[in-house]
């Protein structure tokens, strides 16, 4: 299993309204139709003492493999989740590919 995370940053705007009515239904449905399996969104709520939570939002998309997730990234259609970020967030993202160990 390959995942996908799209890791929010802390200290930039983040309508979260918009991302789970709009931005969320519209993404999961392109996604689903490219091969993935499963997604879910975390909410950042806080730190272990020592540490400062570096997101304030991290989104994760499942796929079979790591070509479903570059064969998905690659559609056409993926230029509209990618277009429709700044409607909701004015920050920057982390981007990160990797196989789920456990």
């Known amino acids: 299993m390959t995942v996908l995370r799209v890791c929010y940053k802390q200290g930039a705007p983040f309508d979260a309204k918009y991302y789970f009515d709009k931005h969320i239904p519209m993404a ?37 493999s790591p070509a ?12 509209q989740v990618l277009s429709d970020v700044p409607n909701y967030f004015a920050g920057e993202t982390d981007v990160m590919v990797g196989e789920v160990a456990g």
Do not use: H, N, W
């Not at 689903?32 to 939002?57: D, H, I, N, R, W």
């Open 28 to 64: 999961g449905g392109i996604m689903t139709a490219l091969g993935m399996t499963k997604a879910e969104v975390v909410k950042v709520s806080g730190s272990v003492p020592g540490f400062t939570a570096p997101y304030q939002y991290v989104f994760s998309a499942y796929f079979e």
């Open 68 to 79: 479903a997730v570059q064969q998905c990234m690659q559609d056409p259609r993926m230029g």
